[in-house]
C-alpha cells in the first residue's frame, strides 16, 4: 500500500486526513510520547486521540578525554523526526485550511453588508417614487 505518509502508515496510523493536531512530550531518558488527536465522522467509534510511546537511541560519549569520563545521552527515534515532518505538513494544511476558510467568510460578510445597504438605497428610493406619484 502506497502511502502519502510513508513514516505514518510504518507507525500504524491508518486515518491520516483525519488527523488535527499532535503533542509531543519526553517523559523519560529514554522514552518519548507522541500523541495524535483525530476529528472523527460523528457516530465513529474510532479514538479521538491515539498514544505511540516511542524509545530512544543510548549513546555512550566520553566527556572528558582526560579522565576517559563517559555519559549516557539518547537521541530521538529517526522513525519519530520523519513522523513529526509528516505531521507538521498535515497540521499546516488543516490550518492554512481554516485560514481560508475566515478569508471568505470575511469576504461574504463584506459583501452582505455591502448588498443590503444597496438594497436598502433602492427601497427609499421606491418609497421617494411613491411619495412622489402620491402628490
Sequence with gaps: MTTSYPHLAQMGVQNPQQIIGYTL???APDTDILKIKYQRPKGSFLPVTRSYQMGRSAHTRIVD????KTEEIYEISPL?????VELDSI????SSQS??????L???NRVQVEFNAELN???QLVQQLDSI???
Design 106 to 108: 470575511a469576504e461574504i
Design 80 to 84: 519519530l523526526t520523519k513522523a513529526v
Design 121 to 123: 438605497a433602492l427601497k
Design 25 to 27: 512530550s519526553h517523559v
Design 65 to 68: 578525554s582526560g579522565t576517559n
Design 91 to 94: 497540521v499546516d494544511a488543516h
Design 133 to 135: 406619484s402620491n402628490q
Design 99 to 104: 485560514e481560508v476558510k475566515q478569508k471568505l
